[in-house]
């Protein structure tokens, strides 16, 4: 069973920085790419970050350019997404993703066939 369990959320004050983990088991997290989404109220779910283990390859959505960083650690079968200069635009949940491969537009929901259950973040003006 594919199981992708998200954790490090919480409140954090505007500046600040949290990690934020995707443990995943159930596959072979080798082959696949984790991605990072958000979903803020009234919002749609938007693509922040994703790294293939297959080559490496990241791909960071624009809004997070410059203050988030993903990275693995594959003999844990963990994905983190390091956030600093944090907003109060950023708050929302957040989800890891997985998908075989290399996704050709890794900041589409759709195509990710497993995710987690989600971790709120929270940052205060």
């Known amino acids: 069973e594919v199981q992708l369990v998200e954790s490090g959320g919480g409140l954090v004050q505007a500046g600040g920085s949290l990690r934020l983990s995707c443990a995943a088991s159930?596959?072979?997290?080798?082959?696949?790419?984790i991605g990072w989404f958000r979903q803020a109220p009234g919002k749609e779910r938007e693509g922040v970050s994703c790294?293939?283990?297959?080559?490496?390859?990241?791909y960071y959505g624009d809004s997070v350019k410059g203050r988030f960083t993903i990275s693995s650690d594959n003999a844990k079968n963990t994905v983190y997404l390091q956030m600093n200069s944090l907003k109060p635009e950023d708050t929302a949940v957040y989800y890891c993703?997985?998908?075989?491969?290399?996704?050709?537009?890794?900041?589409?929901?759709?195509?990710?066939?497993?995710w987690g259950q989600g971790t709120q973040v929270t940052v205060s003006s």
């Open positions: 993703a997985a998908e075989w491969g290399r996704p050709s537009t890794p900041y589409l929901p759709y195509e990710y066939r497993y």
């Open positions: 790294i293939s283990m297959r080559d490496g390859s990241t």
């Open positions: 159930g596959f072979t997290f080798d082959d696949y790419a």
